[in-house]
């Protein structure tokens, strides 16, 4: 015979499928600049169960610790968003005015954490001088269609180097407060978005607990992969690396494989 239907348990696990549903996973993306994270959280807020909020804390700095707390915690704890299973922000590090503040707060709510990265210091620091223009020009840090190429640019070798220094300090300690959380944790770099979109993206659907599907932001690469075209004076940025491991990043042409231009 069958077996005997058994109420209650249909009951628990309807209740407990209903919860599953209900639960809200709140989510920060941390990155550094020039990492990619406009284009990423663009992406995801794309997807019909995601939120996903624009760097919030850096306009709340002059407002004080308290207020960049309060908004975190309002947002990411009490909002209402309906059907909305997944709500996060982004955020640098440098942003924010009480990182064990924020640390706690995270653990309270047993956050999932994104961590953006570019391999590419060297082209993180280009993109860095390139935005500045960008934002002269247009009054926008990112680019957005319709949009024409910059012109390249004459970089101040020393200039370059102390910014490369601050990237790879920030990089070191980003990483470790990331991990010093102990939440779950995926780990997405800017060159995999780059190269294979779909798949990055869907790795981080799948790590949020939402269907993965095809999303893309709005914005689009301000700076040509191929850094010959972007310096004016690449060669003597060239000569500067000789030897280094940053020269073969000043040389990589890393070409997208299904269109994805972050």
């Avoid at 284009?39 to 002059?62: F, N, Q, T, W």
């Avoid at 840090?141 to 390249?152: C, I, K, M, T, V």
């Avoid at 990331?178 to 790795?203: A, F, M, W």
Wanted: net charge neutral.
């Amino acid at each position: 015979g069958s077996e005997p239907t058994r109420p209650l348990e249909t009951v628990r696990s309807r209740t407990f499928m209903a919860s599953k549903l209900n639960e809200r996973r709140p989510f920060p993306i941390f990155s550094q600049g020039r990492s990619g994270s406009t284009y990423l959280s663009e992406a995801l807020d794309s997807h019909p169960d995601v939120r996903c909020e624009i760097e919030r804390l850096v306009g709340l700095r002059k407002s004080g610790a308290d207020a960049q707390m309060n908004w975190v915690r309002g947002f990411l704890a009490n909002s209402q968003d309906g059907g909305t299973s997944a709500i996060g922000f982004k955020t640098k590090l440098d942003d924010v005015l009480n990182p064990e503040g924020l640390a706690e707060l995270l653990r309270r709510l047993n956050a999932r954490i994104i961590l953006l990265s570019r391999l590419n210091v060297v082209k993180m620091v280009v993109s860095w001088f390139n935005s500045e223009r960008l934002f002269d020009l247009t009054g926008d840090w990112n680019q957005y269609p319709p949009a024409s190429a910059l012109e390249p640019l004459e970089i101040n070798l020393e200039k370059f180097d102390r910014r490369l220094g601050l990237v790879l300090h920030g990089k070191s300690r980003l990483d470790a407060y990331v991990h010093s959380l102990k939440l779950p944790l995926i780990q997405v770099c800017y060159e995999d978005i780059l190269t294979n979109q779909r798949r990055t993206i869907g790795r981080v659907c799948e790590f949020l607990e939402v269907e993965p599907m095809p999303l893309k932001g709005q914005c689009v690469k301000a700076t040509n992969d191929d850094l010959r075209k972007v310096v004016a004076n690449f060669d003597a940025l060239h000569r500067l690396y000789q030897g280094t491991h940053y020269q073969q990043m000043l040389e990589e042409v890393l070409v997208a494989a299904d269109g994805g231009k972050p």
